[in-house]
Every structure is written in C-alpha cells, then in structure tokens.
DNA sequence: TTCCCATATCGTTCATTTGCGATCAACGAC
DNA sequence: GTCGTTGATCGCAAATGAACGATATGGGAA
C-alpha cells in the first residue's frame, strides 16, 4: 500500500505535469486472466461506473464535480476513486487547487479486448 | 436469496430440460450502470474467469471437471460457480447423474457492449 | 501568517466475499 | 433396500469491501 498520491511528494500518477494523457503504465500482470478480474473487480460497483461514465462524458473533471454527483460522502467517493486508478482506469492530475481526473479510455476498451479475445479464442471452434 | 438449485425442486436454471441454450431470462435491473456493474462483479475474480475460459473452451462441460481444473475445493467451485449462475454468465442444466454447465456466450458479449456503449457515446464528442 | 478549500487518508463499523470441511439431496447401480 | 457418486448448501473463520466522520496535508487567498 505505498505512500500514495501527494501532489508534492510521490503521487501514483502524476508522472508528467501536462494534461491528462501521461500513458499508462501497462500493469505486468502477465496473466490475461488475472488482468481481466483485477479490472472486472475495479468496475464492479455501480459507484464507480457511474464514475467512469461521467468521467467519459466530460473528457475530465475535478474530484469535487464527481462528488457532487454521486450521493456518497466525499470520503467513499475518494476511496472508489483509488480503486479505479489503482487499477489504470482513470488517471489523476494536480491542476492547482484541486485534481483533474480522466478516464482512460484505452484502458477501458483493454477490458473489451481481453473479453473479445476470451470468448473469440474459445468460440473458434464451434461458431 | 431464494431456494435454490435442487434439480427436482425449483431449481434456478432448469427451465427446459433441453440441452444447455434455455434463453437467458434477460435480467430485469433496467440500469445499464447497474447491469454492468454486476456483470463485472462476477468476473471480478481469477477464479471465475477461469472458469469461464474453461467453459468456452470446451463448449459444455460437467462440474466435475470444472473442479479437477481448479486448485479449489469442490464447495468453493460450487460458490463461484452460483455468483456465474445468478449472474447469468453460465447456464446449467441436469444431464442424468451430473450437471452441465456451458457459458453463455451472448450474456458475456453483452458485457463488451455495455462497456462499448459507454465509451463511444461519451467519446462521441472528442474523438 | 492565518484561514479556507479541495482531496487523500485514517479509524471504525457493518456487510459481503472467500475458502473450507461437513453435510444433505438426488440419482444410478446393485 | 444400501451404496457410491455428484453437486448444492450449511456453518464457520478469515479476509476484504463499503461507507462514514474525523483528521491530515497542501495550496491559494487574505
């Protein structure tokens, strides 16, 4: 559980100061099926789809704005946000006072693809 | 929590005695956030996933195999294969002595499309 | 400096999940 | 009938997750 986001010391994301895209860094799971319930549990709970979802509309937005529209206590919402960018779905970014979160994208169609390549892999045989 | 699976009873997936594709009783919850936060909490696990790899894989199998495949106990397999089951991501289905289970394939494309749905509609405005 | 604002984190509580062994129910064979 | 087999369920313990309020941190404003 390292020492985790800080906008001046060692945050998890902030790896360039530019806008939001500082590429991924493409978690070494090595196990596809690891990789796809480590995502699938990220995604699992309404709270943070409707996060991701938001987050899509607007292509970003500060924590604050996802507070206001989930109706959940600051704190909860802080914690979905760590699980969403503990597992590469959504990246953060210190923007002066507060922090610019976005979803990455190419992150959440990986998710597509590994379940593409499950379930094509498999039905090749009889479909 | 219901009744529950008892192969004379009431069981939750023996709606035809047929083999495994008895239409999937396309789950009610009417919110696409809710919906796929379900999904995902199904598969929000490696134990799961591999079940469900090993299921498309071999087009159908018995449960037994399912727990031969797994360094699981046979009572842990049954529970991850019920949260697949009521997720309606497996289907099962009484064949003499033992029981079928096979994934169901359209039910887990159906997880690509919500997350599809989600992304292109939201990156419909910059991208 | 002091104060406020925006977020993360801590500590706690309660609920859920995971895993297991043991048990139960249904079936087929005998 | 009794067995053996198959698979679900129960009961438990441990671990994890969800939610909250309170607190900490760090930057901007006054």
């Known amino acids: 559980m390292g020492p985790a986001l800080s906008p001046t010391a060692t945050p998890e994301f902030q790896v360039t100061p ?3 895209p500082p590429a991924p860094p493409v978690d070494p799971t090595a196990d596809p099926d690891e ?4 995502l699938a549990a990220a995604m699992g709970h309404p709270a943070r789809i409707r996060i991701l979802r938001f987050l899509l509309e607007r292509r970003e937005c500060f924590a604050g704005a ?3 529209h989930l109706p959940l206590a600051q704190s ?3 914690q979905h946000l760590k699980v969403l960018r503990e597992a590469g779905l959504i990246r953060g970014e210190v923007d002066g006072l507060h922090i610019c979160y976005c979803a990455d994208e ?3 169609r990986r998710v597509g693809e590994l379940l593409d390549a499950m379930v094509l892999l498999a039905a090749g045989n009889a479909r």
Chains 1, 2 share one sequence.
Not at 35 to 38: H, I, T, V, Y
């Open 18 to 20: 530019r806008a939001c």
């Open 76 to 78: 909860t919402v802080s």
């Open 106 to 108: 190419e992150r959440i």
């Open 66 to 68: 996802i507070v206001d």
């Open 35 to 38: 990789e796809l319930a480590r």
